[in-house]
């Protein structure tokens, strides 16, 4: 079981609604402390894709390139922190070994917020 994934209701809207964000010329990452009835011992993420990505197809291609960024997020990520990834149009045509780049330096940044 991925317990990396954040995929209910009340975990993104607990982010969404405590957290801060960062935006990104490719996507904006949306960070909070995990709530207390969480006690896994890695960052969470969670992906959304909304419709100005564009059809099915291309959000779907988003989900899976965000996916293939895991590693980053578990080795980059704070333990304690929830994260969001909602992907913006840019992400379907940029070159992948920029946006990991894109993605490491913004966890850095938010490394150094708190």
Do not use: W
Request: with cysteine.
């Amino acid at each position: 079981m991925n317990t990396y994934l954040i995929k209910k209701k009340e975990d993104f809207a607990h982010v969404f609604r405590n957290g801060s964000f960062l935006n990104n010329k490719s996507f904006t990452i949306n960070f909070a402390k995990k709530s207390r009835f969480v006690c896994t011992n890695s960052p969470r993420f969670g992906i959304v894709a909304s419709k100005k990505v564009g059809n099915a197809v291309q959000r779907n291609f988003a989900k899976r390139r965000t996916k293939a960024l895991k590693n980053i997020f578990l080795n980059c990520g704070k333990n304690e922190l929830d994260y969001i990834l909602v992907a913006k149009k840019n992400l379907l045509n940029e070159n992948f070994k920029i946006l990991s780049s894109q993605l490491e330096q913004t966890l850095n940044k938010i490394k150094y917020h708190e």
